[in-house]
């Protein structure tokens, strides 16, 4: 079977492995097509993004293998995070570093000029935060997440928006609200805006298999209106190591499968039949 695997990071960022060791890895598991998204450089540099000093070289090297791997294709793209205040914008990698696509992703909200809160990481840390810049109204922090997400996808027109409702991993564990009509407007909002959009939409397995996720990013009840509406759909393992390359795909493979979806995609119309 063969598998794209689009959302990989290197040690340029908070990946483990070298870009080449990437390569001989996803060519012994029948990758297709392996894109490079290392966390883009930020505004004020965080643990698990690249330094701004190292996005040339990080470039190099993936153009080098693009020319002379012939076994798979390879593309150079990054997961750019959407932070107003702390990220570039999605058009500065574009115009000054050429990249080939961009994953837009939030895993920092926006509260004010001078305040985020970050949404991955441990549980105990996101609770904290939510209680001590929130007040504990997990609402409100659903809310202006997915405020940002829609702004993201209507400015910065990511290519792929990456683990779209990521907010609900560490959420549920202080509010239970997947079922709560006021979540199931918000998601609907979003999938408006998708609709309007050239976005893909990415199916991340991560949280399955870091047990930190029941379900799939997008969930259920999101990713079953983005299959209605026809908004195109990818998997990505969100891999920082070789072992995470194609983990969870072929189960995720089979839940869109019976879903109803019949293809993948990928940027500039590449697409696998399902």
Not at 13 to 42: M, V
Not at 100 to 124: A, R
Request: glycine share 4%; aromatic share 12%; hydrophobic share 40%.
């Amino acid at each position: 079977m063969e598998k794209f695997a689009i959302h990989t990071h290197t040690n340029f960022c908070d990946g483990k492995n070298s870009i080449l060791e990437l390569i001989e890895d996803a060519k012994s598991r029948n990758i297709k097509e392996l894109g490079f998204t290392s966390h883009a450089p930020l505004i004020h540099d965080q643990y698990w993004s690249m330094r701004y000093e190292n996005i040339n070289q990080y470039c190099d090297q993936i153009r080098y293998f693009q020319n002379i791997e012939k076994s798979l294709n390879i593309s150079l793209g990054l997961e750019a995070d959407y932070a107003p205040g702390l990220s570039y914008s999605f058009n500065h990698w574009r115009v000054l570093y050429d990249i080939d696509y961009i994953i837009g992703s939030v895993h920092m909200v926006k509260l004010s000029d001078s305040e985020f809160l970050f949404i991955d990481g441990s549980f105990e840390e996101f609770e904290k935060n939510v209680n001590s810049l929130l007040g504990g109204d997990v609402q409100a922090l659903v809310k202006l997440y997915f405020g940002q997400i829609n702004e993201m996808i209507i400015n910065q027109k990511p290519d792929i928006v990456g683990h779209i409702d990521k907010v609900l991993m560490n959420s549920l564990k202080l509010l239970n609200f997947r079922n709560e009509m006021w979540y199931k407007k918000i998601v609907d909002e979003t999938i408006s805006i998708l609709k309007k959009s050239d976005c893909i939409v990415e199916v991340n397995t991560r949280g399955i298999y870091k047990k930190k996720s029941d379900f799939l990013f997008p969930d259920d009840y999101m990713l079953s209106q983005c299959i209605s509406f026809g908004i195109p759909l990818c998997i990505a393992s969100d891999a920082h190591t070789v072992e995470e390359i194609d983990m969870e795909y072929s189960n995720c493979l089979e839940i869109l499968k019976e879903m109803g979806l019949k293809k993948i995609k990928f940027i500039k119309d590449r697409m696998l039949l399902i």
